[in-house]
């Protein structure tokens, strides 16, 4: 019993959907913790993308990508939350919108 086939098309689309939706995050949503979660979307729709292409390929590059892109991402959630904490601490809210204010 193998593994299912799937081709290599289908993965792209879905890396490609779930790409546009994290983008879409990002651009349309002011909650910081929301832009976070959009962030980690994008990068793991990259992270399908290589794993299926190093599949298709046989070649293990992908997979190696794949595990330093997951390592930016954490090193990327932990210092995000260290800062969203703070502005947390100081401005008692989370929204992007209300960190032009830090300026004055």
Sequence with gaps: ???????IELYVLLSAILFVMGAMGVL?????ILIF???ELMLNAANLALAAFARQWGNGDGQLMVFFVMTVAAAEVAVGLALIVAIFKTKKSIDIDELHLFRD
Excluded: K
């Excluded at 019993?1 to 081709?7: E, I, K, L, Q």
């Excluded at 349309?28 to 910081?32: H, Q, T, V, Y």
């Design 28 to 32: 349309l949503r002011r909650n910081a």
């Design 1 to 7: 019993m193998g593994a299912p086939d799937v081709s």
């Design 37 to 39: 979660m959009s962030v």
